[in-house]
């Protein structure tokens, strides 16, 4: 379970959070307009063709055959002060070559594409080019090193740098292709020598495939040996790596006399911070002031600073001990159900103990003279002897400085305190706050939720000092935003905030039908191939929930879906929360006249190979059972059957990428046909997620991506609701009452960090719902989660709108935002409703329309 104070913002995230300050949104909308680049002044020569490919410019010569599919591409990196003038003279080759060729649009553009926590297979690109013959390859490569050889630019990590850069070579694909994992995401893909799609393989370490060709005087450079550091960094002998990002590496190390050490890189011109700041001078900045405050005991030593190859190391002390966000996520209470009173003491006595430690260590700091700069749970070590160490001072200043926040932790920052002191002494309140209540960025978009996130802390902890209490506030009224809440605490039993009518005005204000991309903003996955058509990200999950909730569908976002089917390339992913489907369900339960057309698409091929409800046969068997066409569905389902319990497929355990998905079709597939080969089929796959299962203090979670949990979408909320559909005797043998109220357990507990539907709290709402129609002593745990779920909400307009997960943006998506949290809603209203596909044995339809199976209208296939 996602525990204790989590710090950081998933990198993935990040080029999502650049164009607007409310909602995720592609890199492409940003407004850059001030620092866009035009090569040539922006002129084309005669019988060039320019395109636009997201934040890419793309120019091809006149009279150029199409690209090759694949094949060796050439980049050039940037840094933003050298991009223009690098883009202008990599045009001046290019042009003269007649090659096509690609550029990042602007310096923002370079800059966001090389910050710290950018994507580090592809940081420092700035440049592109397609030569589509080894003649051309070899010759562009001597052109632009000729040209730019030896000009900043970070080292791309996936390429084969060529001399002393920044020109680099790779072999990938040419032309955007997919290719499906087992558990159905998609991926980037080249092809095989046998034209079979497999992933283009995009780590941060030069790879060829073995089986592509290779020049021979690129063969010769490859056998000569690449560059970078291996398992021996100068005189140290790497052990494990603790930690990546685009700025580079933190590795447990051993010296020559087998001493343990911090190793911590840092890569040129490469992990820029807001301020433009690369990692090598904030590690600059580390160093020193490690060597000016390494007397403290609570500050790593500092062994020397060197270099190998180019980039820049710190050898430092290393700290045993676990840092205070892994303490929290063992042993925080809030996540455990109902926890005794001794428990809650016991965790508060020793949180404020370590705090108080910690607000020791900053004052400490303060007298030398110095302001951490970046104090959050990750950077708090816990030594075996109880005592803590601060690490990681790379954000360090001057106590007299003016903070400029160029980086920070969400939820450990407020951009406005520019008093280096103040700085620290608010994070060190949020980091108070965080350690009782994890919810502390929801502050940044709705700061109005402290004051309830104070009366949770004091209601959890009833024994918190006083004392300690009254510190902490004091720090949190630092922030300017914070501070008149806290200075007018309102009385707890204030009136609701989360309503159906406030939910839905956010999400139609929200909307964007101008927009072809997407039409309501929600999570980074709906800016994908196929997110903004299907259930879980984009617009027919939205209208499912407003639907659901009894809200009259509005024909001008009707009529914007309708258009984005129709306009789907053929390559669109087909499944029904991640694609097509997805309409599919939407306008066959509004008697669309677009649905026939749809389901007709689908059957047409090529389905997914992926069995999953997420984005897989299982989900696509659903919707046509829905429509009638039967023995296409029996025929997906029986696929689905035949591989439960294959190594490897479905193993992330949950309603959408994990077994219980299919465990839901086979028992829907058993009232239908009266078969007891699909209820023993149900059985079985139940059976393969609770191989995953770990019971913890009574609470059943499952182990999945590395941690233990409880959601729906991924997690023991998910697999409750196949153990709910299995018909009577499968569920007696599998004691399925017992597996249902340990998943429960798990998913009535106070403090969660997402409010979402798939992996947060308006999923647990909701299986809590479903499991009060069985057994209605969980109803009253469903409707608390529902009073919690307003703390996740943010004033939006005249309604309110969900944090999305990561609570750095908002998100309407039924996945992420507001839409799921309307679905949990109604789910409350009346225990046991079907409300969502696929995650019910029977369809979610009333009385008056069509009962599952029965078919509406006719389809071109499937009669």
Wanted: overall charge negative; aromatic content about 6%; charged content about 20%.
């Amino acid at each position: 379970m996602r525990k204790g104070g989590g710090c950081g913002v998933d990198a993935k995230y990040e080029s999502y959070t650049i164009a607007g300050p409310v909602w995720y949104d592609a890199l492409d909308q940003c407004d850059d307009r001030d620092s866009r680049f035009a090569p040539g002044g922006g002129a084309l020569p005669d019988g060039w063709r320019s395109r636009t490919q997201g934040v890419w410019e793309c120019l091809a010569p006149p009279g150029a055959l199409e690209l090759p599919e694949q094949g060796w591409k050439v980049h050039v990196s940037a840094t933003p002060d050298s991009a223009e003038e690098t883009i202008e003279i990599a045009w001046r080759v290019c042009r003269r070559l007649g090659l096509p060729w690609k550029y990042l649009r602007s310096r923002l553009v370079v800059t966001v594409m090389n910050a710290k926590y950018a994507d580090r297979s592809a940081s420092g690109k700035a440049v592109t080019v397609y030569p589509r013959t080894a003649d051309e390859l070899e010759t562009v490569l001597a052109e632009l090193d000729e040209a730019l050889g030896g000009r900043p630019g970070p080292y791309v990590l996936n390429d084969l740098r060529w001399n002393e850069g920044p020109v680099s070579v790779r072999y990938g694909a040419f032309t955007l292709m997919w290719c499906e994992l087992p558990d159905g995401t998609r991926v980037p893909a080249v092809k095989d020598p046998d034209g079979k799609l497999v992933p283009d393989a995009r780590r941060p370490v030069f790879t060829v495939p073995a089986w592509a060709g290779t020049p021979d005087f690129l063969a010769e450079r490859i056998a000569a040996g690449g560059s970078g550091a291996g398992a021996v960094i100068g005189r140290y002998r790497v052990v494990k790596a603790l930690h990546f990002s685009n700025a580079g590496g933190v590795y447990l190390a051993e010296d020559e006399d087998g001493r343990q050490v911090v190793l911590k890189e840092a890569r040129p011109h490469a992990g820029l911070d807001a301020a433009g700041a690369d990692a090598v001078t904030r590690l600059t900045v580390e160093r020193d002031v490690l060597a000016r405050i390494g007397h403290l005991p609570f500050v790593p030593t500092l062994f020397e600073h060197f270099t190998a190859w180019e980039h820049h190391y710190l050898a430092m002390e290393y700290i045993p001990g676990e840092p205070f966000s892994a303490w929290l996520g063992r042993e925080y209470p809030l996540t455990r159900h109902r926890p005794e009173a001794r428990t809650l003491a016991g965790f508060a006595e020793l949180a404020v103990a370590r705090l108080t430690q910690v607000e020791e260590c900053v004052a400490a700091l303060h007298r030398e003279g110095v302001a951490f700069g970046d104090l959050h749970h990750h950077n708090i070590m816990i030594r075996p002897d109880g005592t803590v160490a601060l690490i990681d001072f790379e954000l360090a200043t001057p106590l007299d400085a003016t903070r400029q926040a160029a980086l920070g932790a969400p939820g450990f920052m407020d951009r406005a305190i520019t008093d280096a002191r103040d700085a620290d002494l608010f994070a060190l309140g949020c980091c108070q706050l965080a350690a009782l209540v994890s919810l502390t960025a929801l502050t940044m978009r709705n700061p109005a939720v402290v004051t309830r996130l104070l009366d949770l802390v004091e209601e959890s902890f009833p024994a918190l000092p006083s004392d300690f209490v009254a510190r902490m506030t004091e720090r949190l009224a630092l922030s300017p935003a914070l501070r008149p809440h806290l200075a007018a605490r309102p009385a707890a039993g204030a009136p609701s905030t989360l309503t159906a009518a406030g939910l839905l005005r956010g999400i139609d204000g929200a909307a964007t039908p101008g927009r072809a991309d997407r039409l309501h903003p929600g999570d980074v996955a709906g800016l994908r191939p196929g997110g903004a058509l299907g259930l879980a990200y984009g617009a027919s999950g939205v209208l499912l929930a407003r639907h659901l909730a009894g809200a009259a569908p509005d024909e001008e976002h009707l009529d914007w879906l309708a258009a984005a089917v129709r306009r789907a390339p053929a390559d669109t992913p087909a499944g029904l929360y991640d694609g097509l489907a997805g309409a599919g369900w939407l306008f066959h339960r509004l008697g669309h006249p677009d649905a026939p057309n749809v389901v007709d698409r689908l059957l047409a091929g090529p389905l997914p190979e992926a069995l999953g409800l997420h984005g897989g046969v299982t989900g696509i068997a659903h919707l046509l059972l829905e429509v009638g066409a039967t023995d296409e569905a029996l025929g997906l389902a029986a696929k689905a059957a035949g591989r439960i319990g294959e190594a490897g497929l479905l193993d992330r355990p949950g309603l959408l990428r994990g077994w219980s998905g299919p465990a839901v079709l086979f028992a829907r597939c058993a009232r239908l046909t009266g078969d007891a080969a699909w209820a023993e089929a149900a059985e079985r796959a139940v059976r393969c997620e609770l191989r995953h299962g770990r019971l913890v203090d009574g609470m059943l979670q499952m182990h999945s991506s590395n941690r233990l949990l409880p959601y729906l979408a991924e997690g023991s909320a998910g697999v409750a609701l196949a153990a709910l559909s299995l018909p009577a005797a499968q569920a007696e043998a599998l004691d399925a009452d017992r597996v249902v109220e340990a998943a429960a357990r798990a998913g009535a507990v106070r403090v969660v960090v997402h409010g979402g539907l798939f992996n947060g709290r308006a999923g647990l709402a909701y299986v809590l719902a479903q499991v009060a129609a069985r057994l209605p002593h969980w109803q009253a745990e469903a409707e608390e989660q529902l009073r919690l779920l307003e703390l996740h909400l943010s004033p939006h307009q005249d309604g309110h709108v969900l944090h999305g997960d990561q609570l750095v943006r908002l998100s309407t998506d039924l996945a992420t935002g507001s839409a799921g949290a309307l679905l949990a809603l109604e789910a409350a209203k009346s225990p046991g409703q079907a409300l969502l596909p696929g995650a019910h044995p029977v369809s979610g339809w009333t009385p008056e329309r069509a009962e599952p199976g029965t078919p509406s209208r006719r389809f071109g296939v499937g009669r």
